[in-house]
């Protein structure tokens, strides 16, 4: 069984401030890990993702994300925060393979403040 | 660039009716899924669907459930008889190959009354 979770319901930071959003994951394998993002009344947007390679991965308005595996994290970060990332975060996990279904977390609200 | 899409945007319904939600997934995607997320609740996988047949279901995709493609750009899920804990967002998405990234569209908001 895969599982996810974001120990924090809501984050709040201030514009300019860097922030992190925290995921942890368990598979029973190699994981491959992904952000999405949420904004009211819309889909999920991918942001960035993790296969394999470099633990440090970059993605989509100036996300980052860590691949941990020791601790078996998979943090979202940002240097500088802007009022546009205000919206809800879903880290997800799958095993390669088969119907390679994503489990989600239950999802962070990041509130970004002037 | 190309997307996922899904109609309608919302619907509504009378309990015990059946209800078709549409999905064209981007063209040349081989993988496909149907995930719902209830109000203020994490996103669920339904079922995937592979080479015309489904590859896997959760216990939430019950005999109620069933999806189909009927020809080579649609996907579609189908309600039989709803309830009202059906009423939820439901997502669509696809992937070319399993390493890839699975793209979501905007959703089919499901209110049951």
């Known amino acids: 069984a895969q599982s996810v979770a974001q120990p924090e319901d809501q984050v709040n930071v201030a514009e300019g401030n860097p922030l992190t959003v925290k995921c942890t994951y368990s598979?029973?394998?190699?994981?491959?890990l992904f952000w999405y993002v949420q904004y009211p009344n819309r889909g999920l947007q991918f942001l960035l993702k993790?296969?394999?390679?470099?633990?440090l991965v970059k993605g989509s308005y100036g996300f980052e994300a860590e691949f941990n595996k020791s601790q078996t994290s998979f943090h979202l970060k940002k240097p500088s925060a802007l009022v546009s990332d205000s919206a809800l975060y879903f880290c997800?996990?799958?095993?390669?393979?088969?119907?390679?279904?994503?489990?989600f977390g239950t999802g962070t609200q990041l509130k970004v403040e002037l | 660039e190309p997307e996922v899409t899904q109609t309608p945007s919302h619907q509504v319904t009378q309990m015990g009716q059946e209800v078709i939600l549409r999905c064209v997934p981007i063209?040349?995607?081989?993988?496909f899924y149907w995930y719902r997320q209830i109000l203020g609740q994490k996103v669920e996988f339904l079922v995937s669907?592979?080479?015309?047949?489904?590859?896997?279901k959760s216990e939430i995709f019950d005999d109620q459930f069933s999806v189909e493609r009927p020809d080579g750009s649609n996907f579609t899920l189908k309600i039989r008889s709803t309830k009202l804990e059906d009423s939820a967002m439901y997502f669509c998405?696809?992937?070319?190959?399993?390493?890839?990234?699975?793209?979501f569209g905007p959703g089919t908001r499901l209110l049951v009354l």
């Open positions: 598979v029973s394998g190699n994981p491959y």
């Open positions: 997800a996990v799958t095993l390669g393979g088969g119907g390679n279904k994503l489990t």
């Open positions: 998405a696809s992937i070319r190959g399993q390493t890839e990234t699975q793209y």
């Open positions: 063209s040349n995607h081989l993988y």
């Open positions: 993790y296969i394999t390679g470099d633990n």
């Open positions: 669907f592979y080479n015309n047949e489904i590859s896997e």
